[in-house]
């Protein structure tokens, strides 16, 4: 049993899952906490424009998380099958492509920031001073000067994980997300810049995140991870399965901010205490969110590795593992914001009006976790076996043809419920559609495994 071999598909799927999926999840719960702390030291500030900062900034900086997801996760569906397929060679190439074409978009955006900064905060719906004001100086911290550390950090992850070592991946995420803990109550309260302390913290954790993660490629003896351009080698077709195997998670994340953009252009009508509820109550939808990413990111170089080396077995195996956690996951998560949501909204802000409104939309998004934990690993399945096709069809339909409509007909005809309400019905749609899917592609992978074995016979 060669290296490769023997640590993808060394040991039973149960064990093999939690060893690659526990280290990816406890570091975005590391995650998790500091996204948290930024509201919670901003929330304490009791000023409703600097927590609704975060909500408008919020898609502007997922503009980041999508360019990462289109060359990242492409990149590791690449790599872990060429690990699969024992070629090393078309790894190391892919990694030093998804790298570099990374960083020259991420510098554009980050000059279009500069150059149309008021037309695009305008465009979110920072329409008062004070919200314009706290937005723009979050936003110069988080993507103008930490944008390449930022995008370099998860794009390495990315990487990391698809050689399959979890725990340093996890390791270098852990360490910039402590550290943002660390700093976020010396910028924001102590010298009280509110949310241009978030973000000046955010941008610092970034930044020594992803100097821990070059050191860690600079020591790992034989890795297929290159840095170096030198190596940098065009390769259409390569080129076109990286990108289209990132298409549908950078999707997820455009349609995301589209839908986001419209929400808070119809919640800002309704003043910044609606805005600042919504804001906190998408750092609770963040819960279900970074956790699930932790397990599918875990679960998907080791279904990539089994479907590059024709072990068409287990990838069903790992798929049946993977949905039964995230299953019972998200109805735990359910139930416990049912019951605390007050308490937690009352943990990030004093403001009485934020509590009340929050815990009512709190209540009512939450319904969308089961919808969103499954739906979200179907299409993370469907990437690390190729099947870029149907990974896309999943998020166009979810906000495509439910989401970003439901907004604009629910938030104008039921006002500000019906824009909380229009989630969990696209994810509960999503989860069907994709359930279909799901269960088609599993037929193809029992034909497949019965050719295979078929094959293995004749020879």
């Known amino acids: 049993m060669n290296k490769d071999k023997e640590l993808f598909e060394g040991a039973s799927v149960p064990r093999t899952i939690m060893k690659f999926a526990i280290p990816t999840v406890l570091s975005q719960l590391i995650i998790l906490v500091y996204n948290l702390a930024d509201t919670f030291f901003v929330g304490h500030t009791n000023e409703p424009s600097q927590i609704a900062a975060l909500a408008l900034s919020f898609p502007l900086f997922m503009v980041m998380t999508m360019i990462s997801n289109l060359f990242g996760i492409g990149a590791n569906s690449f790599i872990s099958r060429s690990l699969g397929q024992g070629q090393r060679d078309k790894a190391k190439q892919a990694s030093t492509f998804a790298f570099y074409g990374s960083m020259a978009v991420i510098a554009v955006y980050m000059v279009i920031m500069v150059l149309f900064k008021k037309p695009i905060l305008l465009a979110v719906g920072a329409n008062t001073d004070a919200a314009f004001q706290a937005t723009s100086e979050y936003l110069m911290w988080t993507v103008v000067w930490g944008g390449i550390p930022t995008v370099g950090n998860f794009m390495l992850g990315h990487f990391i994980r698809a050689e399959g070592n979890t725990k340093q991946a996890s390791i270098g995420m852990a360490i910039g997300g402590i550290l943002n803990i660390i700093l976020d109550p010396i910028f924001i309260k102590i010298m009280g810049k509110g949310a241009a302390g978030a973000g000046l913290a955010t941008a610092i954790s970034n930044l020594v995140a992803f100097i821990y993660l070059i050191n860690v ?62 804001g906190i109550v998408q750092k609770f939808g963040s819960i279900v969110v970074q956790v699930t990413v932790g397990v ?136 069907i559609f994709g359930l279909i899917l799901f269960f088609t592609l599993n037929r193809k992978l029992k034909k497949l495994e019965a050719e295979h074995e078929a094959g293995k016979l004749a020879e």
Do not use: H
């Open 217 to 278: 490629i600079r020591r790992t003896e034989n890795t297929v991870i290159s840095l170096n351009p030198k190596n940098f080698k065009f390769d259409g077709a390569m080129a076109k399965g990286i990108l289209l195997v990132g298409l549908p998670s950078a999707t997820i994340i455009i349609l995301g901010i589209t839908a986001n953009l419209i929400l808070n252009d119809l919640m800002s009508d309704y003043g910044d205490v609606a805005l600042a509820s919504y």
């Open 296 to 431: 599918t990111q875990g679960v998907m170089p080791l279904i990539g590795f089994s479907y590059g080396s024709q072990n068409y077995k287990r990838v069903r195996e790992l798929n049946r593992y993977s949905i039964i956690i995230l299953a019972i996951y998200s109805a735990g998560v359910l139930a416990f914001i049912e019951l605390f949501a007050p308490l937690m909204l009352k943990a990030f802000t004093g403001d009485a009006a934020t509590v009340a409104l929050g815990t009512y939309f709190a209540r009512l998004w939450i319904i969308s976790a089961p919808g969103m934990s499954l739906s979200n690993l179907f299409g993370s399945i469907f990437q690390a076996v190729g099947r870029w096709k149907e990974g896309l069809a999943l998020p166009v339909f979810r906000q495509g043809f439910i989401l970003i409509p439901l907004n604009i007909i629910l938030g104008k005809t039921i006002g500000q419920v019906g824009l909380i309400i229009a989630q969990p019905i696209a994810d509960t749609s999503v989860l």
